[in-house]
């Protein structure tokens, strides 16, 4: 099993170059480019004074490599820098908000998958049926459909037009009180409160934006199961397996489903990407409180800390989720750290 | 389309007349006739970016506060908004603005990309893995995430928007040029043209990278929708794109004000029209890569 751990310790390693790369465009994206970062920083209200306050208190009259110390420093100490709208540092705002948009990105990966998998797995094993022919519409169709679009019109169809949806402002209706705070979900923290009213609001607000999002993550998920099942149906140990007479619920599942969900546990890191971007899209269009929004008003007002915070938040973010995917790799494939790959 | 850089590619082991491509081609729209639909979309698309502003009804700047917020009439085909501008007008005239980012964009990012790919695959070494690191932490973003900041950073403006978009595209078409190119460095027919007196950069230019076109029009297509929906992403969310201005993303946030009062037409015919352009995009994509590269069809 050391070859495992090796492996695994390895690919943890390969994470580093990749979060100081971040760091490098990050520090580029704040501070190397032409125009005066200072003014930048201090905000469209700012003054002489302030300006040069900014410069110094950023190091900015110094020079780039020095800088570039100075920008990392302030990093390890989780300092991004103070947010002119809010008044509070960059790093707080963010951490306060960040559950909202993880409750519902998390909400939305794990419904479209519930729903892609098996449609993929299905379409595979009934080629040409009309599971494969709506598992082909629903593909086109997703990478197709603008996530903010689909949003607006889920807003029309179930909120103006049927009423069964809450207004799509926020994560709990002004009813509701926010359930204390322990994760900071809300659907977690109610339910540890044994706030069942709560929690029931806390989800119909929720749904919505859900689904938009899974709407969109749904296509390369189903395309990708589709296609992995396809070609682990016609590999040569699936015949075997069922030339050797193993039933065809231990062949489909057994044999080719695990297989064939190695290619899609890759593509959910393509997908974390997109998904990622269009959680911005869609917590704008329900107003949802998560770093989405705040990035996006701290963009209408030139907040220009909170929005590179965001930036390089939501990179080392992804730079995580990639890098769990890929241990998620290494319990699920066995030959994982076995072969000199 | 591309005619001109099909052939050579479409059919590697037929006769190399034209008219065995302009058959392949036929037989393909004929085969899947979703192909010949989305390139009749796209010639669509081309001629309202084209003609549209010429043709259009009404002015999409005019206000006409006393038809403001009416539904789809004869008269308004796709209804007025709250300032009484003719939504079908600005649909249409939009077009050209949401083509000519995402083309720009899409242009910067085959040309950087495909000459930053085209040395480090022929080079190979030192300069290969630096590029390779630096498309690796480029990918390394949420690419939407980091076209945020990029247009936060060097400022809100639609030359930026383009810039933000071709940057965070760089990293495919140089991938592809790297690995098409990378193949066939120490191919005969290099090997032969070197040998010939070519230098480098005339046998990398004309005898290696016209072999990765024909993947990377299927690419430039697919692309494209993709492009465009990041654009009008951004401008959604207020960068890039000022309002007065018609383009599609900005259109349906304006309409999203107005769908919880039942106003659906503001925010559903700019939306459509996205969609029909990514739509189709996608659609063509499928289809070049149909007549490109007949093995892989899906």
């Not at chain 1, 599971?131 to 607006?152: M, N």
């Not at chain 2, 910067?108 to 498309?135: K, P, Q």
């Not at chain 2, 697919?222 to 992403?233: E, F, R, Y």
Request: with cysteine.
């Amino acid at each position: 099993m050391s070859g495992r751990g090796a492996a695994i310790f390895n690919r943890i390693a390969q994470a580093i170059p990749v979060v100081i790369g971040v760091v490098v465009i990050s520090f580029v994206l704040t501070r190397a480019l032409p125009g005066d970062p200072a003014v930048q920083f201090a905000g469209a209200a700012a003054t002489p004074e302030s300006i040069e306050q900014v410069r110094q208190s950023l190091g900015l009259d110094k020079p780039l490599p020095q800088q570039f110390m100075i920008y990392v420093g302030q990093l390890l100490r989780g300092d991004l820098g103070q947010s002119v709208s809010t008044g509070r540092s960059v790093a707080e705002d963010l951490a306060a908000r960040l559950p909202a948009s993880l409750e519902l990105t998390l909400t939305a990966l794990i419904m479209s998958c519930l729903i892609a998998i098996p449609l993929g797995v299905l379409a595979a094993t009934r080629p040409g049926s009309w599971v494969d022919q709506l598992c082909r519409i629903l593909v086109t169709a997703g990478v197709s459909l603008p996530t903010f679009f689909t949003g607006i019109v889920l807003i029309y169809v179930f909120y103006y037009l049927l009423g069964i949806a809450p207004s799509p402002l926020g994560r709990l209706d002004f009813i509701y009180l926010d359930p204390p705070r322990v994760t900071g979900f809300f659907l977690i923290d109610a339910a540890i409160a044994g706030d069942w009213e709560t929690w029931f609001g806390a989800l119909k607000q929720l749904v919505l934006p859900a689904i938009t999002l899974a709407l969109f993550t749904l296509a390369p998920i189903a395309r990708m199961t589709r296609a992995a099942m396809l070609s682990a149906l016609s590999a040569d140990y699936v015949r075997t397996a069922r030339a050797a007479g193993l039933g065809p619920q231990k062949v489909l599942y057994g044999y080719a489903f695990r297989n064939a969900l190695l290619p899609v546990i890759t593509t959910l890191g393509m997908v974390f990407s997109f998904v990622l971007g269009a959680n911005v899209l869609v917590e704008k269009v329900f107003a949802w409180p998560g770093i989405g929004s705040y990035a996006v008003e701290a963009l209408v007002v030139s907040d220009y800390a909170a929005v590179q915070g965001f930036v390089l938040a939501m990179a080392l973010l992804f730079v995580l989720l990639n890098l769990i995917i890929d241990l998620t790799y290494s319990v699920i494939d066995p030959r994982f750290g076995t072969s000199a790959k | 389309m591309s005619d001109a850089t099909i052939p050579s590619a479409a059919v590697p082991a037929a006769k190399p007349s034209r008219s065995g491509t302009f058959a392949h081609i036929l037989y393909v729209l004929r085969e899947n006739p979703v192909t010949a639909i989305s390139f009749a979309m796209f010639a669509f698309l081309i001629g309202s970016a084209v003609l549209g502003p010429s043709l259009v009804p009404y002015d999409p700047l005019a206000t006409d506060s006393v038809n403001a917020l009416q539904p789809p009439s004869f008269a308004h085909w796709f209804g007025t908004d709250n300032l009484g501008r003719d939504i079908f007008s600005r649909v249409i005239v939009a077009t050209r603005l949401d083509l000519i980012i995402s083309v720009a964009a899409v242009a910067m990012s085959f040309v950087i990309g495909s000459v930053l790919g085209a040395i480090a695959g022929y080079r190979g070494g030192w300069i290969d893995i630096i590029l390779n690191r630096i498309l690796d932490t480029i990918m390394a973003f949420p690419l939407f995430v980091l076209a945020m900041g990029i247009v936060a950073a060097l400022g809100n403006s639609v030359a930026n928007i383009i810039y933000a978009t071709a940057i965070i595209n760089i990293p495919f078409y140089a991938r592809l040029v790297r690995a098409e190119v990378n193949i066939r460095s120490e191919a005969g027919f290099t090997l032969a043209a070197k040998l010939a007196g070519n230098s480098d950069a005339r046998v990398l230019a004309f005898h290696i990278f016209p072999n990765a076109l024909p993947p990377m029009m299927v690419q430039v297509s697919l692309n494209l929708g993709w492009a465009i929906l990041n654009a009008a992403g951004l401008s959604f969310i207020g960068l890039g794109v000022r309002p007065p201005t018609p383009e599609w993303g900005i259109m349906v946030a304006e309409g999203a004000n107005f769908i919880v009062s039942g106003e659906w037409w503001i925010a559903l015919f700019p939306g459509l029209w996205l969609m029909l352009a990514v739509f189709t995009f996608n659609l063509m994509g499928d289809g070049l890569r149909d007549i490109v590269d007949p093995r892989r069809r899906t």
